[in-house]
């Protein structure tokens, strides 16, 4: 068992290192990899390497490429661990943190703050966005908790809270038919204005969601079994819950509020990870981080390459790749409980 975690978090650390390797060379600027590995090594404290790199191409690598790299990583892993943790909270491998109302709260936030302000203040976006997401989970867990115990409930509530703010979200678009563009593109996600201060500014909640959910790996494998086995050793199925939602809304919600909706990748990524690893959330919870940050540097350099000079749409990567994936997903599962 050991011989296999150990496994396990090598092939993550080597994926993960390889998708940023590969998100840091490719694109317009021809840089050599070998210069480019050493001049992110060289950044390694007690490291240094020379590199070789011109001061442009330093430039284009630790100005504009680096700071997409980091960002992508960072809201790849916050979606698959907040999927992963949503999963263990709903024993359920098919719920994601956009069936609680975490994204169609973001699409309302981002959508009023489009409408409103339009181009006079684009840094509303992103906050509307990150404020709307935590409200649509907290609005949908106030009303599953008011329909009575059960993680069903909670699921059916998060899927009424979601469709109802994805109607407000249409009547505010049907109001300002002029801003559809401007809504539709950060709807579909997109990395393309990632900056080192964007990373600064999600890592502070970013880095509490993280934590609070990696503490919980435990909990989640006895809540597993069941509320009242949980009970029987003294925990409170309740408690963890709400901790655990609240952790994985503050997660997702610091994800989006960057990068605009981006789906499958909080099912596709722990579903990958339990094939590899196991079913203990002790191992899945850190694993889908560091799986999900990979994937997403990944799933973004083909957006920002397969089409260059233009870029796809993050969203839309994402969903070509997941779509498959999901369907597998689906037809593996034999047995969903909620």
């Known amino acids: 068992m050991r011989g296999r975690t150990l496994r396990a978090y090598g092939i993550a650390v080597v994926f993960l290192a390889t998708a940023v390797l590969v998100g840091a060379m490719a694109g317009a600027a021809d840089l050599n990899p070998l210069a480019t590995a ?20 330093r430039a284009v690598l630790f100005q504009i490429r680096l700071p997409r790299v980091v960002l992508a990583a960072l809201v790849g892993g916050l979606l698959s661990l907040a999927g992963a943790g949503y999963q263990g ?22 959508t009023v703050a489009i409408v409103c302000l339009g181009g006079a203040a684009p840094e509303a976006v992103p906050v509307a966005a990150f404020v709307g997401s935590l409200a649509g989970v907290a609005v949908a867990y106030l009303a599953g908790a008011a329909g009575g115990p059960g993680t069903a409930t909670l699921l059916l509530a998060g899927l009424a809270v979601s469709m109802f703010l994805t109607a407000v979200q249409t009547y505010v678009l049907q109001r300002s038919a002029q801003d559809i563009q401007q809504v539709y593109s950060w709807l579909l996600g997109s990395l393309s ?4 201060h964007q990373t600064l500014e999600i890592l502070p909640y970013a880095a509490v969601g993280i934590v609070i959910v990696l503490l919980h790996g435990r909990h989640l494998d006895v809540l597993s079994v069941g509320d009242e086995e949980s009970r029987s050793l003294g925990m409170h199925p309740a408690r ?6 609240a952790a994985c809304a503050l997660a997702a919600a610091s994800a989006v509020a960057v990068s605009g909706l981006i789906g499958f990748v909080g099912i596709i990524v722990p579903h990958a990870v339990r094939r590899l690893a196991g079913t203990s959330y002790r191992l899945v919870l850190p694993l889908s981080l560091l799986f999900g940050a990979g994937f997403l540097v990944l799933a973004d350099t083909l957006a920002r390459t397969v089409v260059a000079p233009a870029e796809l749409p993050i969203g839309v990567v994402t969903a070509l790749i997941g779509s498959p ?8 599962t034999r047995t969903v409980r909620t």
């Open 325 to 332: 994936a999901f369907i597998w997903i689906l037809r593996t």
């Open 193 to 196: 204005a990632a900056t080192w």
């Open 240 to 245: 963890i819950r709400l901790a655990v939602v």
């Open 89 to 110: 909270v709903f024993r359920n491998p098919l719920v994601d943190s956009s069936l609680l109302g975490a994204s169609a709260g973001a699409g309302l936030g981002a």
């Open 38 to 57: 050493a001049a992110l090594l060289d950044r390694v404290p007690l490291v240094h390497l020379p590199s070789g790199l011109s001061p442009l191409d």
